[in-house]
């Protein structure tokens, strides 16, 4: 069945620096999308990329999908405490079937 | 606030006991999904309803059993409860497939 990776598990960065969470699926997507999950909260759909090898950005959130559709990547630039939390990709294979979620990408900001 | 509604937001009880978790989708929304979510871990798909039948079944024990009502909020039984069922339960809520509103989640403790 469809297998959606990430790396890294967990990743400390100090406030400022940058952040990257890497997806990988085992076969090609529709679409991919995003979610941020706070400490002690529940996940909350941040975005959704859908053409080859498409760019978008929210602020210091940069989101790209692979020419392939089979990855995608978010970074972060100059983190901030208000980052930390969880960032999961899911991946759909056709329209109208279900998103399959990765494990997930724990960030920790270190003041 | 998601919109997607979940009782209760706690539950403390014991081995072998039976439980049931109740989720409100969002106005308008006809699929609702289930997510098990361990402690740091991932979320763990348990199942899917949309518009009253079940659509798509993930890592779902035999002991657990879910079902979705006509004025589409549903419910999660979990039976002959364990230790190792203590986790944050979700609720999702979308208009199909498409993307999903997390609730705040249930959080079950087993003693």
């Known amino acids: 069945g469809q297998q959606v990776m990430q790396i890294p598990q967990y990743q400390h960065v100090q406030e400022g620096e940058d952040f990257t969470t890497y997806c990988n699926s085992s076969t090609t997507l529709s679409n991919i999308q995003w979610y941020k999950q706070r400490p002690g909260g529940h996940p909350v759909f941040l975005i959704q990329l859908v053409k080859s090898g498409e760019v978008k950005k929210q602020k210091r959130l940069t989101f790209q999908f692979g020419e392939a559709k089979k990855n995608s990547s978010l970074h972060i630039t100059a983190t901030q405490t208000t980052d930390v939390g969880t960032y999961f990709c899911a991946g759909r294979v056709n329209y109208g079937q279900n998103f399959v979620f990765g494990p997930g990408t724990r960030l920790s900001v270190l003041p | 606030d998601s919109g997607v509604t979940q009782t209760p937001k706690h539950l403390i009880t014991a081995t072998g006991q039976r439980v049931t978790l109740r989720c409100s989708p969002r106005?308008?929304?006809?699929?609702v999904y289930w997510y098990q979510q361990s402690l740091d871990q991932g979320l763990q798909f348990l199942i899917q309803y949309y518009n009253g039948e079940e659509r798509a079944k993930g890592n779902i024990l035999e002991r657990f059993s879910a079902q979705q009502f006509p004025d589409l909020h549903s419910e999660l039984n979990l039976s002959s409860l364990e230790l190792g069922d203590s986790a944050l339960y979700f609720c999702a809520s979308s208009v199909d497939s498409d993307t999903q509103y997390f609730g705040p989640g249930t959080r079950l403790t087993v003693l």
């Open positions: 106005s308008g929304d006809l699929s």
